[in-house]
């Protein structure tokens, strides 16, 4: 089947829809996903266990057990799986 004089079927790459470059980018945000349900979203669950912030007495050791480095470096790599599955799709 012939795409030609079908602007929509090709990409700006030159490429067509078929070229398979969507099983990727899915693959990608299937692990965004992942560390969204197995590291960020238990870590948000745990720190909201602790309870309303302004009646919890040592918020520096509350602060502590979530180990926000932790959180912070899932989170990048949350958003590189992001961009990365969108650049497959561009």
């Known amino acids: 089947m012939s795409t030609a004089?079908?602007?929509?079927?090709?990409?700006s790459l030159g490429g067509t829809a078929s070229d398979g470059c969507s099983a990727p980018a899915v693959?990608?945000?299937?692990?965004?996903a992942g560390i969204t349900l197995a590291v960020n979203v238990p870590l948000n669950d745990a720190i909201?266990?602790?309870g309303d912030p302004d009646r919890i007495g040592d918020?520096?050791?509350?602060?502590?057990?979530?180990?926000?480095?932790?959180?912070?470096?899932?989170n990048v790599v949350?958003?590189?799986?992001?961009?990365?599955?969108?650049?497959?799709?561009?």
């Open 5 to 11: 004089g079908n602007p929509s079927a090709s990409s």
């Open 27 to 32: 693959g990608r945000y299937g692990c965004q």
């Open 48 to 50: 909201k266990a602790a």
């Open 59 to 74: 918020l520096r050791s509350v602060r502590r057990r979530f180990n926000e480095a932790r959180w912070a470096g899932w």
């Open 78 to 90: 949350r958003a590189l799986a992001s961009v990365a599955a969108f650049g497959c799709l561009a």
